[in-house]
């Protein structure tokens, strides 16, 4: 319950900053929620594993439950501090 709490937070706002260490990724791009859930590579692999199809991100802040376990499991295992 936690979690989808926080991801009601994120999904408050247009362009959030997810802080993991710092607000730019290591690639050089900034870290919001598009970024991290949709396009980062260092969580492709774990991404893939939670979705295995692509999933947009109205879905994955917005969806139907099932969607947003997903988008919860996603943050946690990636140790997202939203």
């Not at 319950?1 to 607000?23: E, G, H, P």
């Amino acid at each position: 319950m936690y979690l989808m709490k926080k991801i009601n937070n994120l999904a408050n706002f247009d362009r959030v900053q997810l802080f993991i260490r710092s607000s730019m990724c290591v690639l050089l791009a900034a870290e919001t929620a598009e970024h991290v859930l949709q396009n980062c590579q260092t969580y492709d692999a774990l991404r893939q594993s939670i979705w295995n199809e692509a999933v947009d991100m109205t879905t994955k802040l917005y969806g139907p439950p099932h969607e947003l376990e997903r988008t919860a499991a996603f943050i946690a295992k990636a140790g997202i501090a939203v």
